[in-house]
């Protein structure tokens, strides 16, 4: 199958994957690159791939037949095709995702207060395991460094922040390092989304931690600076079928003048059984 008109159509560099792999791992590519082709599979169509889409900025063409149709993913669902081979999902901007390196410094970030430090974040990552074809809730984001990070190891990214000013900070971030993270300015609300693969709560907040255990992603990560936080994140995601581990983080950061120690922050992280 030739996929020459649509690579020709995306006018710039293009991912292509196929949905006889899956349709989510497909969708998740789609929402974390600016231009992919998805060679379409038995009950994966132009409809799948336009509903999958809604809530991310992009635009599709169809290969049906000899013919490429330009769309919109809203009305890919309703549209009848004839004989639709693949899709190009382009976005509107090209992103420029960078592949040199991870646990970017904290400065790398615009922040109200301060981030997750880079010493945490790698460990964070480890966990989460981000990667091309996953999707990954980061919970209450913050400045968004988890999801840009995540973003920028090739992961579909949903940040979920119901501080306005740290959603425009989110945005700037992401922006910053070339990656596209959807923002959703409220509380979680678990069912108005695309289930993840991967859930980041920045938060020990308890009712972020139960609301993110209760969609059964396969992993679940929490950090917390509060000691109080830590008991009952741990027993939530237990109830929830996890496997929980966790690490109290104390690291020490060398200075010209010696060491200055970092926030400490304890990990939990929840394995699905």
Not at 25 to 33: D, G, T, Y
Not at 76 to 85: I, K
Not at 106 to 118: M, N
Not at 165 to 175: D, F, G, K, L, T
């Amino acid at each position: 199958m030739s996929f020459e008109k649509l690579l020709s159509a995306a006018a710039r560099p293009a991912e292509v994957v196929d949905a006889a792999d899956g349709l989510r791992p497909a969708l998740n590519v789609c929402r974390a690159h600016s231009a992919v082709v998805v060679k379409l599979a038995d009950g994966i169509g132009p409809a799948e791939i336009g509903a999958g889409l809604a809530g991310w900025r992009r635009t599709l063409t169809v290969q049906d037949g000899d013919e490429l149709v330009p769309i919109d993913p809203r009305d890919a669902v309703t549209r009848r095709w004839t004989a639709p081979t693949a899709v190009l999902c382009l976005a509107d901007n090209e992103f420029l995702q960078s592949r040199d390196g991870w646990a970017l410094p904290d400065d790398s970030f615009a922040t109200r207060t301060h981030v997750l430090g880079a010493e945490v974040r790698a460990f964070v990552l480890a966990r989460l395991a981000p990667r091309p074809g996953v999707l990954v809730w980061d919970v209450l984001a913050g400045s968004g460094a988890v999801g840009v990070e995540c973003a920028r190891l090739g992961a579909a990214v949903i940040a979920v922040e119901p501080d306005p000013v740290q959603c425009v900070r989110i945005i700037a971030n992401a922006s910053a390092h070339g990656v596209d993270v959807r923002v959703e300015e409220s509380e979680l609300d678990a069912p108005s989304l695309p289930r993840p693969d991967a859930v980041f709560v920045g938060r020990g907040n308890l009712s972020a931690v139960k609301a993110s255990a209760a969609v059964s992603a396969k992993r679940v990560v929490v950090a917390t600076e509060s000691v109080d936080e830590i008991v009952p994140a741990r027993d939530a995601l237990a109830a929830a079928g996890y496997e929980v581990e966790g690490v109290h983080w104390t690291a020490s950061r060398l200075l010209d003048s010696g060491f200055a120690p970092a926030v400490p922050v304890t990990v939990l992280w929840g394995t699905k059984k």
